[in-house]
């Protein structure tokens, strides 16, 4: 019972993919609802989630700074989707330990498959040879590739038994297809770091020893507006000038890497 309820909820982060087909705009992962956010029921190789520390068994609570307790399946599923190439800011606990990261959310569609294509993927008992599987993912799916299978909203293994029915394909539309962009961080909350205020003309931070501070500010569609460097930060707290006159107002990513530790936080330019 426990699996089969833990399956009904995994379905219900991809739409209930045994029944239709669909594609979106996502990270990579599947999930079921508890108390205190998102559970991580798989995290998709191949996709924006699986650059990241994020694994299963975590739990995201946030996302965009907006709390995910006490959703329903549907809204937090509804707060995770969203533009393809547009990145959001996720918090999740990992091991007793809280973290932030920032993904630029990728074009997936789920696409059900038989077991002849899963034996050809895995090639295990392969029907069809491998280049006519490729063949048959790129006619299926357009550009994009396939990343993994899902059986039951479970990833299946290499030395799976495909001898059953109901697998998803997970396709992800090909790196090289993405508008040019910024390097997406993957910003871990370091609390030896912490930004302090975010004006027009400076960037201000706190840091508890000396030392190089680079500070990276990213727009709403990930990309790049401005680097600034301190060679020489002090310990306490800092100021960056900068020149934001032009620049529109709205929520940007600031990035803070002090000698091999980066904190991450979006924040307001008025």
């Known amino acids: 019972m426990k699996n089969f309820v833990k399956a009904s909820l995994v379905a219900a982060m991809l739409a209930a ?77 990992s091991e007793g330990e809280t973290y932030t990261a920032t993904i630029r959310r990728a074009q997936i569609t789920v ?18 040879n491998v280049h006519e599987l490729e063949t048959f993912a790129s006619a299926k799916v357009d550009d994009k590739q396939l990343v993994a299978v899902l059986n039951r909203g479970n990833l ?46 400076a960037v201000s931070y706190s840091v508890k020893t000396p030392g190089k501070t680079i500070v990276t500010i990213m727009n709403a569609d990930g990309e790049q507006i401005a680097k600034l460097v301190n060679e020489r930060a002090s310990t306490g707290i800092n100021s960056i000038a900068w020149d934001a006159s032009s620049i529109p107002s709205g929520r940007y990513m600031v990035s803070i890497d002090h000698e091999g530790s980066v904190s991450g936080k979006f924040a307001i330019l008025k």
Do not use: H
Not at 31 to 47: D, H, L, N, S, W
Not at 111 to 122: C, E, N, P, T
């Open 111 to 128: 696409k059900d498959l038989d077991s002849k294509a899963v034996s050809a993927w895995y090639g295990e008992k392969a029907e069809v």
């Open 156 to 201: 299946v293994k290499d030395e799976a038994n495909v001898a059953s029915a109901n697998f998803n394909g997970i396709y992800v539309e090909k790196v090289n297809e993405f508008a040019p962009k910024a390097k997406t961080e993957n910003v871990v909350r370091n609390a030896g770091i912490q930004l302090r205020g975010f004006t027009r003309t």
């Open 17 to 93: 993919p045994l029944m239709a087909d669909e594609s979106f705009g996502g990270v990579g992962i599947t999930i079921y609802q508890v108390r205190e956010g998102v559970k991580v029921a798989e995290v998709i190789p191949g996709t924006p989630a699986a650059e990241t520390k994020l694994q299963a068994g975590d739990v995201i609570t946030a996302v965009d700074g907006v709390s995910l307790k006490g959703n329903d399946i549907e809204a937090s599923k509804a707060m995770l989707r969203g533009q393809v190439n547009k990145p959001l800011e996720i918090t999740f606990v």
